[in-house]
C-alpha cells in the first residue's frame, strides 16, 4: 500500500476535501443553477399558458367583432336603401309639383291671352263702327239720323263679324 | 519506484505516491492535495461568478454553468428518476471534478516545475509543484469510496435495509457471497481505472515530450482526461441506479 502510496490520513484528507467540494458547488453552483432552470421551466409554461389564452380570447374577439361589422353593414345597406327611397320620392313630389305649376301657369297665360284677344275684338269692332259712320258719311254725303245710322253701323259690323 | 529508469529513461522521476511538497503545521501537504485545492478553489471561484446574479434570461458564464448543470441533471434523472435532486450534488461534482482536475494536469507546469526535497525517507528527490489530482491513489480511492457508500445507501434507503440484503441476493440466496464481492470491488475498480490512465498519461507525456509528437498525445490525453471522468461518473450512476432499482433492471444490467 505504502509503494502505491495509499495513506489513511490522505485518504480521508481527500474524502473530506472532496465533500466540501460538493457542498460548495451545492451551495454555489447545483442549487442556485437548478432553482433557475425550474423557474424558467415555469415561467415558460406560464407564458405558453397565458398565449393559448390570449389566442382564444383573440379569436373570441375576432368572432364578436366579425358580427357586429356584418351587423353594421346590414344597418348601412338599410339606411341606404331608406335613403334612396326617400329622395325617390322626394324627386317623383318635385316632379309633379313642378308639373302642376307649368300647367298652371300655361293656363293662367292661356286665359290672359284669351281675354287679351277679347278685349281687342271689342276695341276692334268699336273702332271699325266709328270708322264705317266717317266713311257712310263721307260715301253719301248726307246726314240720317242716328238711329239709322247706328242701325246700318250694327249690321256692318255683324257682317263684318260674319266675313271674317 | 522508478519506472521510468526501469524502462531505460535514466534521470527521469515519476513516482506513484505522492511527493510531500510543505507543512502546516504537523500536516504534511502533498503536490496532489495542493494541486486539488487549486481546482477547488477554481470551481468554487466560476461557479460564484456564475451564479453571482442569476438572470432568467440567461448570459455569458450562466449560460455555461446552466448547459453543464443541465445536461448533467438530465442524465442523473434519467437513472435514478425523482431522487435526482438528492444525489445529484455528489454525481455532478465527480464528473466536474474529475474533468477539471484531468485537464489541469495537462497544463504546461505540470510535473516540471518543482523543487529538489527530501521523500520522507532520507531520499534527495524532485518533487514537482503541481501534479495531477488524480494521478494519487488517495483521491481517486477517496472519491472511489464515497460513490461505494453513496451506492449502498441508497440501495439501504430504497429497499430498507432487509430488502437490500433480498435485492443483492438476487433470485438465489446463495449469490449473495457472489454478488458482495462484486460490489466490494466497484470501489477498487473506479479508483485504479481512473488513477491508472491519468497516472500513465502523464508518464507517456513525459517520454513523448518531443514536438509534434507531445502535441498528437496531449490531443489524446485532453480526450482520455474527459472520457475516464465521464466512465467514473456514469458507472458510479449506474451502480446507484441498479441499487436503487427492482430485482428485474438489477439482472438485466448485469449480464
Known sequence: ?164 | MDFLEVIGFKGLHISLAAEPLFHIGPITITNTIFTAWIVMVLLVVVSFFATRNMQLVPSGLQNFAEAIVGMLYDIVEDVVGHRARVVFPIIATFFIYIVVANWMGLLPGFNSIGVWGDDGKGHEIFIPIFRAANSDLNMTLGMALIAFILIHAGGVIVHKPLGYLKHLAGPLPVLILINVVIEAFVPVSLSVRLFGNIFAGEVLLLVMRAPVVGAAFMVLEVLFGLIQALIFTMLSLIFLGIAMSGEHEHEEAHT
Open chain 1, 1 to 164: 500500500m505504502g509503494e502505491l502510496g495509499i495513506n489513511p490520513f490522505y485518504l480521508a484528507f481527500q474524502i473530506v476535501n472532496f465533500l466540501l467540494l460538493v457542498f460548495l458547488l451545492h451551495r454555489l453552483l447545483y442549487r442556485p443553477v437548478l432553482n433557475m432552470l425550474d423557474q424558467r421551466k415555469e415561467r415558460i409554461r406560464e407564458g405558453q399558458e397565458a398565449a393559448q389564452q390570449a389566442r382564444t380570447e383573440a379569436e373570441q374577439l375576432r368572432a364578436e367583432y366579425e358580427r357586429q361589422l356584418e351587423e353594421s353593414r346590414a344597418h348601412a345597406r338599410k339606411i341606404i336603401e331608406d335613403a334612396t327611397a326617400a329622395a325617390e320620392r322626394l324627386r317623383e313630389e318635385s316632379v309633379a309639383n313642378a308639373q302642376q305649376e307649368a300647367q298652371r301657369i300655361l293656363e293662367r297665360g292661356q286665359e290672359e291671352l284669351r281675354a287679351e284677344v277679347a278685349h281687342a275684338r271689342r276695341e276692334l269692332r268699336q273702332e271699325v263702327a266709328t270708322l264705317s259712320v266717317a266713311v257712310a258719311g263721307k260715301l253719301i254725303q248726307e246726314s240720317l239720323d242716328s238711329e239709322k245710322n247706328r242701325g246700318l253701323a250694327a249690321r256692318l259690323v255683324s257682317d263684318l263679324d260674319d266675313s271674317s
